[in-house]
Protein backbone atom coordinates (compact mmCIF):
# COMPACT_ATOMS: atom_id res chain seq x y z
CA UNK A 1 0.00 0.00 0.00
CA UNK A 2 2.99 1.85 1.06
CA UNK A 3 4.69 1.60 -3.21
CA UNK A 4 1.30 2.31 -4.78
CA UNK A 5 1.01 5.85 -2.69
CA UNK A 6 4.96 6.62 -3.42
CA UNK A 7 3.92 5.84 -7.12
CA UNK A 8 0.52 7.78 -7.18
CA UNK A 9 2.76 10.59 -5.25
CA UNK A 10 5.31 10.64 -8.79
CA UNK A 11 2.63 10.36 -11.49
CA UNK A 12 1.16 13.66 -9.50
CA UNK A 13 4.42 15.52 -9.78
CA UNK A 14 5.22 14.57 -13.04
CA UNK A 15 1.13 15.76 -14.66
CA UNK A 16 1.70 18.85 -12.93
CA UNK A 17 5.31 19.36 -14.36
CA UNK A 18 3.42 18.46 -17.93
CA UNK A 19 0.20 20.66 -16.73
CA UNK A 20 2.24 23.20 -15.83
CA UNK A 21 4.43 23.72 -19.04
CA UNK A 22 1.30 23.57 -20.96
CA UNK A 23 -0.38 26.55 -18.89
CA UNK A 24 3.04 28.39 -18.65
CA UNK A 25 4.56 28.25 -21.69
CA UNK A 26 1.28 28.87 -24.58
CA UNK A 27 3.41 29.15 -27.52
CA UNK A 28 5.90 25.94 -26.89
CA UNK A 29 5.85 23.68 -29.66
CA UNK A 30 5.13 20.44 -27.92
CA UNK A 31 2.25 22.28 -25.95
CA UNK A 32 -0.32 20.14 -27.47
CA UNK A 33 1.67 16.85 -26.71
CA UNK A 34 2.21 18.02 -23.05
CA UNK A 35 -1.65 18.19 -22.88
CA UNK A 36 -1.89 14.65 -24.01
CA UNK A 37 0.10 13.50 -21.34
CA UNK A 38 -1.21 15.32 -18.68
CA UNK A 39 -4.64 14.30 -19.61
CA UNK A 40 -3.22 10.58 -19.44
CA UNK A 41 -1.41 11.21 -16.43
CA UNK A 42 -5.03 12.60 -14.53
CA UNK A 43 -6.62 9.89 -15.36
CA UNK A 44 -4.16 7.14 -13.92
CA UNK A 45 -3.73 8.93 -11.03
CA UNK A 46 -7.58 8.54 -10.22
CA UNK A 47 -7.57 4.56 -11.54
CA UNK A 48 -4.55 4.02 -9.01
CA UNK A 49 -6.49 5.15 -6.32
CA UNK A 50 -7.29 2.70 -3.32
CA UNK A 51 -11.11 3.84 -3.67
CA UNK A 52 -13.10 5.27 -6.38
CA UNK A 53 -15.78 7.64 -4.81
CA UNK A 54 -16.55 10.03 -7.24
CA UNK A 55 -17.46 13.18 -5.23
CA UNK A 56 -18.98 16.21 -7.76
CA UNK A 57 -17.94 19.43 -6.34
CA UNK A 58 -20.50 22.61 -5.80
CA UNK A 59 -18.18 24.63 -7.90
CA UNK A 60 -18.11 22.27 -10.92
CA UNK A 61 -22.36 22.47 -10.96
CA UNK A 62 -22.60 26.21 -10.42
CA UNK A 63 -19.87 26.19 -13.08
CA UNK A 64 -21.52 24.10 -15.46
CA UNK A 65 -24.97 25.42 -15.06
CA UNK A 66 -23.58 29.14 -15.86
CA UNK A 67 -21.81 27.40 -19.11
CA UNK A 68 -25.25 25.96 -19.91
CA UNK A 69 -26.93 29.24 -19.59
CA UNK A 70 -24.24 31.38 -21.07
CA UNK A 71 -24.98 28.51 -24.11
CA UNK A 72 -28.55 28.76 -23.93
CA UNK A 73 -28.76 33.25 -24.31
CA UNK A 74 -25.98 32.77 -26.58
CA UNK A 75 -27.92 30.14 -28.93
CA UNK A 76 -31.16 32.73 -28.79
CA UNK A 77 -28.62 36.01 -29.88
CA UNK A 78 -26.32 34.17 -32.10
CA UNK A 79 -28.44 30.81 -33.55
CA UNK A 80 -25.59 28.21 -34.50
CA UNK A 81 -23.51 31.38 -36.21
CA UNK A 82 -20.83 31.36 -33.80
CA UNK A 83 -17.47 32.99 -33.88
CA UNK A 84 -13.67 30.62 -33.21
CA UNK A 85 -13.42 33.01 -30.42
CA UNK A 86 -17.03 32.08 -29.01
CA UNK A 87 -16.61 28.72 -28.93
CA UNK A 88 -13.10 29.04 -27.48
CA UNK A 89 -14.35 30.50 -24.74
CA UNK A 90 -16.97 28.00 -24.25
CA UNK A 91 -14.13 25.09 -24.97
CA UNK A 92 -11.60 26.46 -22.16
CA UNK A 93 -14.36 27.20 -19.85
CA UNK A 94 -15.12 23.65 -19.60
CA UNK A 95 -11.75 22.52 -19.97
CA UNK A 96 -11.29 24.65 -17.18
CA UNK A 97 -13.74 22.92 -14.91
CA UNK A 98 -12.76 19.53 -15.98
CA UNK A 99 -9.34 20.11 -15.15
CA UNK A 100 -10.43 21.04 -11.28
CA UNK A 101 -12.74 17.98 -10.85
CA UNK A 102 -9.92 15.57 -12.26
CA UNK A 103 -7.83 17.52 -9.77
CA UNK A 104 -10.02 16.17 -7.15
CA UNK A 105 -10.72 13.02 -8.36
CA UNK A 106 -7.02 12.21 -8.46
CA UNK A 107 -6.73 13.64 -5.11
CA UNK A 108 -3.77 15.40 -5.46
CA UNK A 109 -1.52 16.31 -2.63
CA UNK A 110 -2.49 20.18 -2.77
CA UNK A 111 1.33 21.22 -1.30
CA UNK A 112 2.33 19.44 -4.62
CA UNK A 113 0.35 21.60 -7.00
CA UNK A 114 1.58 24.87 -4.60
CA UNK A 115 5.17 24.06 -4.99
CA UNK A 116 5.29 23.25 -8.97
CA UNK A 117 3.08 26.62 -9.25
CA UNK A 118 5.76 27.81 -7.27
CA UNK A 119 8.47 26.47 -9.13
CA UNK A 120 7.06 28.35 -12.41
CA UNK A 121 6.61 31.39 -11.06
CA UNK A 122 10.27 31.85 -9.53
CA UNK A 123 11.72 30.76 -13.05
CA UNK A 124 9.45 33.77 -14.58
CA UNK A 125 10.74 36.00 -12.07
CA UNK A 126 14.22 35.32 -12.24
CA UNK A 127 13.84 35.58 -16.35
CA UNK A 128 12.88 39.09 -15.68
CA UNK A 129 15.29 40.28 -13.99
CA UNK A 130 17.72 38.08 -16.41
CA UNK A 131 16.08 40.24 -18.85
CA UNK A 132 16.91 43.11 -17.16
CA UNK A 133 20.55 42.95 -16.58
CA UNK A 134 21.69 41.16 -19.76
CA UNK A 135 18.59 40.96 -22.93
CA UNK A 136 20.80 39.42 -25.32
CA UNK A 137 20.64 35.71 -23.05
CA UNK A 138 16.67 36.05 -22.50
CA UNK A 139 16.57 36.78 -26.42
CA UNK A 140 18.62 33.45 -27.46
CA UNK A 141 15.97 31.49 -25.04
CA UNK A 142 13.32 33.28 -26.66
CA UNK A 143 13.70 32.27 -29.91
CA UNK A 144 13.15 28.59 -28.23
CA UNK A 145 10.45 29.40 -26.70
CA UNK A 146 8.25 31.90 -28.76
CA UNK A 147 6.82 32.32 -31.99
CA UNK A 148 7.99 34.89 -34.62
CA UNK A 149 5.28 37.53 -33.78
CA UNK A 150 5.60 37.41 -30.26
CA UNK A 151 9.23 37.38 -30.28
CA UNK A 152 8.78 40.72 -31.98
CA UNK A 153 6.73 41.96 -29.22
CA UNK A 154 8.75 41.12 -26.46
CA UNK A 155 11.65 42.96 -28.19
CA UNK A 156 9.67 45.96 -29.07
CA UNK A 157 8.93 46.03 -25.20
CA UNK A 158 12.78 46.51 -24.06
CA UNK A 159 12.56 49.65 -26.05
CA UNK A 160 9.73 51.09 -23.69
CA UNK A 161 11.04 49.97 -20.22
CA UNK A 162 8.91 46.82 -19.94
CA UNK A 163 9.97 43.52 -19.68
CA UNK A 164 7.95 40.29 -20.84
CA UNK A 165 10.79 38.06 -19.84
CA UNK A 166 10.20 34.59 -21.78
CA UNK A 167 6.56 35.50 -22.49
CA UNK A 168 4.76 37.12 -25.49
CA UNK A 169 2.96 39.86 -22.92
CA UNK A 170 3.66 41.66 -19.45
CA UNK A 171 0.35 40.87 -18.74
CA UNK A 172 1.04 37.25 -18.67
CA UNK A 173 4.87 37.85 -16.78
CA UNK A 174 3.21 39.61 -14.14
CA UNK A 175 0.74 36.99 -13.83
CA UNK A 176 2.49 34.47 -13.39
CA UNK A 177 5.28 35.98 -10.84
CA UNK A 178 2.15 36.97 -8.79
CA UNK A 179 2.29 33.33 -8.07
CA UNK A 180 5.54 33.67 -6.10
CA UNK A 181 4.21 37.18 -4.12
CA UNK A 182 1.15 35.01 -3.03
CA UNK A 183 2.98 31.91 -1.76
CA UNK A 184 5.76 34.18 0.26
CA UNK A 185 3.16 36.54 1.32
CA UNK A 186 0.97 33.79 2.71
CA UNK A 187 4.10 32.19 4.34
CA UNK A 188 4.43 35.63 6.44
CA UNK A 189 1.58 36.59 7.55
CA UNK A 190 1.06 33.42 9.02
CA UNK A 191 4.66 32.57 10.57
CA UNK A 192 4.86 33.79 14.28
CA UNK A 193 8.08 35.19 13.43
CA UNK A 194 8.86 36.68 10.31
CA UNK A 195 11.81 35.01 8.27
CA UNK A 196 14.60 37.43 6.74
CA UNK A 197 14.23 35.08 3.20
CA UNK A 198 10.76 35.42 2.95
CA UNK A 199 10.83 39.04 3.24
CA UNK A 200 13.56 39.27 0.78
CA UNK A 201 11.44 36.79 -1.43
CA UNK A 202 8.26 38.56 -1.26
CA UNK A 203 10.57 42.25 -2.41
CA UNK A 204 12.04 40.42 -5.24
CA UNK A 205 8.64 39.44 -6.41
CA UNK A 206 7.43 42.95 -6.03
CA UNK A 207 10.26 44.56 -7.89
CA UNK A 208 9.77 42.26 -10.62
CA UNK A 209 6.35 42.68 -11.17
CA UNK A 210 7.68 46.73 -10.80
CA UNK A 211 9.87 46.09 -13.98
CA UNK A 212 7.14 44.42 -16.36
CA UNK A 213 5.30 47.60 -16.31
CA UNK A 214 2.15 46.26 -15.94
CA UNK A 215 -0.03 48.87 -13.53
CA UNK A 216 -3.24 46.28 -13.70
CA UNK A 217 -1.46 43.22 -11.95
CA UNK A 218 0.45 45.96 -9.91
CA UNK A 219 -2.67 47.01 -9.00
CA UNK A 220 -4.19 44.03 -8.22
CA UNK A 221 -1.27 42.40 -6.23
CA UNK A 222 -1.58 45.75 -3.94
CA UNK A 223 -5.05 45.18 -3.57
CA UNK A 224 -4.48 41.47 -2.61
CA UNK A 225 -2.07 42.47 -0.21
CA UNK A 226 -4.78 44.33 1.66
CA UNK A 227 -7.26 41.82 1.53
CA UNK A 228 -5.05 39.00 2.85
CA UNK A 229 -2.69 41.29 5.19
CA UNK A 230 -5.71 43.34 7.02
CA UNK A 231 -8.90 41.78 6.45
CA UNK A 232 -7.63 37.90 7.13
CA UNK A 233 -5.05 38.84 9.68
CA UNK A 234 -3.94 41.88 12.13
CA UNK A 235 -0.97 42.65 11.23
CA UNK A 236 0.67 45.43 12.67
CA UNK A 237 0.49 48.65 10.52
CA UNK A 238 4.23 49.82 11.10
CA UNK A 239 5.53 46.60 9.79
CA UNK A 240 3.47 46.70 6.29
CA UNK A 241 5.07 50.43 6.58
CA UNK A 242 8.68 48.95 6.32
CA UNK A 243 8.21 46.19 4.10
CA UNK A 244 7.12 48.75 1.34
CA UNK A 245 9.80 51.20 2.11
CA UNK A 246 11.94 48.42 1.73
CA UNK A 247 9.91 47.30 -1.41
CA UNK A 248 10.83 50.93 -2.63
CA UNK A 249 14.20 51.59 -1.57
CA UNK A 250 14.98 47.99 -3.47
CA UNK A 251 13.71 49.00 -6.34
CA UNK A 252 15.64 52.14 -6.54
CA UNK A 253 18.76 51.20 -5.74
CA UNK A 254 18.86 48.40 -8.12
CA UNK A 255 17.78 50.73 -10.95
CA UNK A 256 20.61 53.35 -10.35
CA UNK A 257 23.57 50.31 -9.63
CA UNK A 258 22.26 48.62 -13.09
CA UNK A 259 21.79 51.54 -15.39
CA UNK A 260 24.35 53.84 -13.56
CA UNK A 261 22.76 57.03 -14.30
CA UNK A 262 19.01 58.78 -13.31
CA UNK A 263 18.11 59.09 -16.92
CA UNK A 264 17.45 55.63 -17.48
CA UNK A 265 16.39 55.01 -13.66
CA UNK A 266 13.70 57.92 -14.81
CA UNK A 267 12.39 55.87 -17.89
CA UNK A 268 11.94 53.24 -15.94
CA UNK A 269 9.49 55.09 -13.81
CA UNK A 270 7.88 56.64 -16.64
CA UNK A 271 7.06 53.30 -18.06
CA UNK A 272 5.83 51.93 -14.98
CA UNK A 273 3.92 54.73 -13.54
CA UNK A 274 3.24 57.02 -16.98
CA UNK A 275 3.18 53.76 -19.86
CA UNK A 276 -0.98 54.12 -19.58
CA UNK A 277 -1.26 50.49 -19.26
CA UNK A 278 -4.40 51.09 -17.53
CA UNK A 279 -6.07 53.34 -19.40
CA UNK A 280 -5.02 53.64 -22.77
CA UNK A 281 -8.11 53.34 -25.04
CA UNK A 282 -9.85 51.21 -22.54
CA UNK A 283 -12.40 53.85 -21.50
CA UNK A 284 -13.03 54.33 -25.20
CA UNK A 285 -13.74 51.00 -25.65
CA UNK A 286 -16.04 50.46 -22.10
CA UNK A 287 -18.12 53.16 -23.73
CA UNK A 288 -18.25 51.93 -27.47
CA UNK A 289 -19.31 48.23 -25.56
CA UNK A 290 -22.12 49.95 -23.68
CA UNK A 291 -23.41 51.54 -26.73
CA UNK A 292 -23.81 48.23 -28.40
CA UNK A 293 -25.64 46.60 -25.67
CA UNK A 294 -28.33 49.07 -25.05
CA UNK A 295 -30.81 46.31 -26.98
CA UNK A 296 -29.90 43.49 -25.78
CA UNK A 297 -28.64 44.28 -21.91
CA UNK A 298 -30.04 41.15 -19.80
CA UNK A 299 -29.44 38.38 -22.53
CA UNK A 300 -26.64 39.91 -24.33
CA UNK A 301 -25.19 39.58 -27.76
CA UNK A 302 -23.50 36.22 -28.01
CA UNK A 303 -20.28 34.35 -26.86
CA UNK A 304 -17.92 35.88 -28.85
CA UNK A 305 -19.61 38.48 -30.41
CA UNK A 306 -17.14 41.31 -28.61
CA UNK A 307 -14.25 40.35 -30.73
CA UNK A 308 -16.27 41.48 -33.78
CA UNK A 309 -15.73 44.85 -32.82
CA UNK A 310 -12.69 44.55 -30.19
CA UNK A 311 -9.87 42.33 -31.50
CA UNK A 312 -8.38 41.41 -28.25
CA UNK A 313 -11.74 42.26 -25.86
CA UNK A 314 -12.96 44.84 -24.33
CA UNK A 315 -9.80 44.13 -21.79
CA UNK A 316 -12.44 44.30 -19.01
CA UNK A 317 -14.11 40.88 -18.08
CA UNK A 318 -17.32 42.21 -16.65
CA UNK A 319 -17.87 44.52 -19.16
CA UNK A 320 -17.06 41.68 -21.94
CA UNK A 321 -19.34 39.09 -19.99
CA UNK A 322 -22.36 41.80 -20.29
CA UNK A 323 -21.95 42.38 -23.65
CA UNK A 324 -21.71 39.15 -24.79
CA UNK A 325 -24.10 36.82 -21.99
CA UNK A 326 -25.75 40.33 -20.36
CA UNK A 327 -26.23 41.28 -17.05
CA UNK A 328 -27.95 38.40 -15.95
CA UNK A 329 -25.11 36.19 -17.36
CA UNK A 330 -22.52 38.68 -15.95
CA UNK A 331 -24.18 38.45 -12.41
CA UNK A 332 -23.90 34.66 -12.32
CA UNK A 333 -20.29 34.93 -12.88
CA UNK A 334 -20.05 37.21 -9.90
CA UNK A 335 -21.80 35.32 -7.57
CA UNK A 336 -19.51 32.26 -8.67
CA UNK A 337 -16.51 34.71 -7.85
CA UNK A 338 -17.93 35.25 -5.16
CA UNK A 339 -18.77 32.58 -3.53
CA UNK A 340 -15.42 31.06 -3.80
CA UNK A 341 -14.23 34.10 -1.67
CA UNK A 342 -16.48 33.74 0.59
CA UNK A 343 -16.13 30.08 1.31
CA UNK A 344 -11.90 30.54 1.18
CA UNK A 345 -12.49 33.04 4.00
CA UNK A 346 -14.71 30.57 5.93
CA UNK A 347 -12.33 27.31 5.48
CA UNK A 348 -10.01 29.64 6.81
CA UNK A 349 -11.47 30.56 9.74
CA UNK A 350 -12.53 26.89 10.61
CA UNK A 351 -8.99 26.10 10.08
CA UNK A 352 -6.64 25.28 13.15
CA UNK A 353 -3.41 24.42 11.43
CA UNK A 354 -1.12 27.24 10.71
CA UNK A 355 -0.01 24.72 7.24
CA UNK A 356 -3.47 25.03 6.22
CA UNK A 357 -4.14 28.69 7.16
CA UNK A 358 -0.96 29.00 4.71
CA UNK A 359 -2.46 27.37 2.23
CA UNK A 360 -5.81 28.89 2.11
CA UNK A 361 -4.41 32.56 2.13
CA UNK A 362 -2.19 31.52 -0.93
CA UNK A 363 -5.43 30.64 -2.58
CA UNK A 364 -7.11 34.00 -1.35
CA UNK A 365 -4.41 36.05 -2.51
CA UNK A 366 -4.31 34.35 -6.78
CA UNK A 367 -8.21 34.59 -7.21
CA UNK A 368 -8.17 38.57 -5.75
CA UNK A 369 -5.48 39.00 -8.25
CA UNK A 370 -7.23 37.24 -10.84
CA UNK A 371 -10.54 39.36 -10.00
CA UNK A 372 -9.65 43.06 -9.39
CA UNK A 373 -6.93 42.60 -12.52
CA UNK A 374 -10.37 41.43 -14.54
CA UNK A 375 -11.29 45.06 -14.07
CA UNK A 376 -8.61 46.20 -16.74
CA UNK A 377 -7.64 43.17 -18.29
CA UNK A 378 -8.82 39.52 -19.75
CA UNK A 379 -7.59 36.46 -17.04
CA UNK A 380 -11.24 34.91 -17.55
CA UNK A 381 -10.24 34.77 -21.35
CA UNK A 382 -7.20 33.45 -21.67
CA UNK A 383 -6.96 30.06 -20.86
CA UNK A 384 -3.63 30.26 -18.93
CA UNK A 385 -5.09 32.73 -16.40
CA UNK A 386 -8.33 30.69 -16.05
CA UNK A 387 -6.72 27.52 -15.96
CA UNK A 388 -4.19 28.60 -13.11
CA UNK A 389 -7.51 30.38 -11.46
CA UNK A 390 -9.23 27.14 -11.56
CA UNK A 391 -5.83 25.13 -10.02
CA UNK A 392 -6.00 27.80 -7.58
CA UNK A 393 -10.02 26.66 -6.70
CA UNK A 394 -8.90 23.34 -6.26
CA UNK A 395 -5.81 23.81 -3.86
CA UNK A 396 -8.84 25.11 -1.45
CA UNK A 397 -10.37 22.11 -2.06
CA UNK A 398 -8.03 19.48 -1.23
CA UNK A 399 -7.74 18.83 2.53
CA UNK A 400 -4.89 21.65 2.67
CA UNK A 401 -5.12 21.84 6.51
CA UNK A 402 -3.49 19.08 7.03
CA UNK A 403 -0.82 19.08 4.46
CA UNK A 404 2.67 20.22 4.97
CA UNK A 405 3.17 23.77 3.30
Request: proline fraction near 0%; charge should be positive; glycine fraction near 6%.
Amino acid sequence: MRIKFKVNEIIQCVALFFLCVYIFFPSILIKDICAYITAFLLIVTFLVKSSYVLRVSNITKIWIFIIFYSVLVSIISLGIDWSNDGISAVKWMLFAILLYQMILFGDFISVYVIRMLLIFSTCFCFMTYLQFVDIGVVDVINMHLLGAEELQMNSQAKLIGSYYGITSSNFLNAFYISILNAYVSSRIVNSVKYSISDILFYIIGVVAILLTGKKGIIIANFFAFIVVFFVLHKINIKVVAKLIFIVCLFYIVLNIIMNFEMGAFEGLIWAVFDSKDISNGRFDMYAIAFNNIRDSLLLGNGWGSSYKIFSNGVHNIYIQLVYEIGFIGMMFFVLFFVYNLIDNRNAYLRSMSMKGKRALSFCLYMQIVFLVYGFTGNPLFYYSTLLIYFIVLSVKKLNCVNVKL
